[in-house]
């Protein structure tokens, strides 16, 4: 059973910063990729980040590029998001998930791609 916990979530002020984590466990985490995705109210599910097995590549979605950075610590079994100069629209519920193939090559940013997902936590930027 896969279990993924995201955690760091709340109420930041436009230009701040905020983390999020996400805690693995159930598979062997250094094996696949793993990203974040996010949905805010009334719009689809989103990509935001995605970081390779090893953690030597990342992507991320135009609208967060410059601004959030994606880690992995494959010891701790955890992926972060850095946030940083958030803006309103980065208001939304944010989910990690694990990617379905185990050593990818490339990166998956299509949520189909993944197979299992967090709850989610709520980040929510006030202006």
């Known amino acids: 059973q896969v279990t993924l916990v995201e955690s760091g979530g709340g109420l930041v002020q436009v230009g701040g910063s905020l983390s999020l984590s996400c805690a693995a466990s159930?598979?062997?985490?250094?094996?696949?990729?793993m990203g974040w995705f996010r949905q805010a109210p009334g719009k689809d599910r989103e990509f935001v980040a995605a970081i390779n097995w090893s953690g030597g590549s990342s992507y991320y979605t135009d609208p967060v590029k410059g601004r959030f950075t994606i880690s992995r610590d494959n010891a701790k079994n955890m992926v972060y998001l850095q946030m940083n100069s958030v803006k309103p629209e980065d208001t939304a519920v944010y989910y990690c998930a694990t990617d379905r193939v185990a050593f990818r090559v490339g990166l998956a940013t299509r949520g189909s791609e993944y197979d299992y997902w967090g709850r989610g936590t709520q980040v929510t930027v006030s202006s």
């Open positions: 159930g598979r062997t985490f250094d094996r696949y990729g």
